[in-house]
Nanobody, 122 residues
């Protein structure tokens, strides 16, 4: 088991920034790829970004590329999502997930957090 707890969500104006955190517990955190997904009301779960266990590989959805940055601190067992230039289409519940495979496919991730809400105002 890899318990995950997201934080950092909130309300921000369009064009602003937020930094999400996902804190893990357990000794095997550094072995896992980490990913961020998001889900807006009435929409399907959407892939956002993923990072390999070492942090050496990252991948982003086209919709966030150049605006969002995923990073991790294995010593602190935390993964981050720096979100800049937030748009009106970015609001959603953001979830982090973990597993052993570096992939963008939700079915490959077995460990999930509870989510954190991001709201963007005009």
């Amino acid at each position: 088991q890899v318990p995950l707890v997201e934080s950092g969500g909130g309300l921000v104006q369009a064009g602003g920034s937020l930094r999400l955190s996902c804190a893990a517990s357990g000794r095997t955190f550094r072995n896992y790829a980490m990913v961020w997904f998001r889900q807006a009301p009435g929409k399907e779960l959407e892939y956002v970004a993923t990072i390999s266990w070492s942090g050496g590989q990252t991948n982003y959805a086209d919709s966030v590329k150049g605006r969002f940055t995923i990073s991790r601190d294995n010593a602190k067992k935390t993964v981050f999502l720096q979100m800049n230039s937030l748009k009106l289409e970015d609001p959603a519940v953001y979830y982090c997930a973990a597993d052993g495979v570096f992939t963008r496919y939700e079915n490959e991730y077995n460990y999930w957090g509870q989510g954190t809400q991001v709201t963007v105002s005009s």
